[in-house]
């Protein structure tokens, strides 16, 4: 186990709400990622969040937006829900930047019906 | 054209073989990860490379840089390796994962 924890597990939403995820980062990482994985593609970077503060963006609308606390555990939000936002969302958490080793956590099934 | 690609997309093996699977990228990179997918979703990292090769275990993974291609070789292989094995580039230390699509390997005993 990575020591990345994600909540929650499962999730079934309906268009047009609105959904917080969150992930506890490994002890030590002061980095976490948010990536969006449809089923059978490759993870899409969301954004990154370094010392509370964001450090690089994906291709995703306004709408999907993060934040990183000060224990460095984050949320990812996705207001006004659209079907195709039905993925698997997965954090992981470094140490610093893209060329450290990144820990996954299980990820969050999210269903939008 | 994705920046990341593997082939085969999806491989069978009989337990014992050599398995290799293979990365190739369009783009300039400052590092290359392969990574681990079991069903259920949790991703495991595997290596993290920039240049020649690295062994942990059964695995190698190995890395071209004049040829932007990556491959990674499992050895004496068993059906507990039956996973998607995920290839990902950094560009720079502030740049995103661009991922490849994953291939599915199954390794029966």
């Known amino acids: 186990e990575t020591g990345v924890t994600q909540s929650p597990t499962h999730l079934i939403k309906t268009r047009g709400q609105q959904v917080t995820l969150r992930c506890s980062s490994q002890?030590?990482?002061?980095?976490v990622s948010w990536y969006q994985q449809a089923l059978g593609q490759g993870p899409q970077f969301i954004f990154q969040?370094?010392?509370?503060?964001?450090?690089g963006r994906g291709n995703f609308p306004p709408r999907f937006s993060g934040l990183q606390f000060p224990n460095y555990s984050s949320e990812l939000n996705v207001n006004a829900l659209e079907l195709d936002d039905s993925a698997l969302y997965l954090c992981?958490?470094?140490?610093?930047?893209?060329?450290?080793?990144?820990?996954f956590g299980p990820g969050t099934r999210l269903t939008v019906l | 054209k994705n920046e990341v690609e593997q082939s085969p997309q999806n491989l069978t093996a009989q337990e014992g073989e050599f398995i290799t699977i293979n990365c190739s990228y369009s783009v300039g990179i400052s590092a290359l990860h392969w990574l681990q997918q079991h069903p259920g979703g949790g991703i495991v990292s595997l290596f993290m490379?920039?240049?020649g090769k690295k062994k942990h275990g059964r695995l190698i993974a190995t890395i071209n840089i004049q040829e932007k291609h990556s491959s990674l070789h499992i050895t004496a292989s068993h059906p507990r390796d039956s996973a998607v094995y995920i290839c990902?580039?950094?560009?720079?230390?502030?740049?995103?994962?661009?991922f490849g699509k994953g291939i599915t390997l199954s390794v029966r005993p």
């Open positions: 990902a580039v950094s560009r720079g230390a502030n740049s995103k994962l661009t």
């Open positions: 490379l920039s240049s």
């Open positions: 002890s030590g990482h002061n980095t």
């Open positions: 969040y370094y010392r509370e503060e964001e450090n």
């Open positions: 992981a958490s470094s140490s610093g930047g893209f060329t450290d080793t990144q820990y």
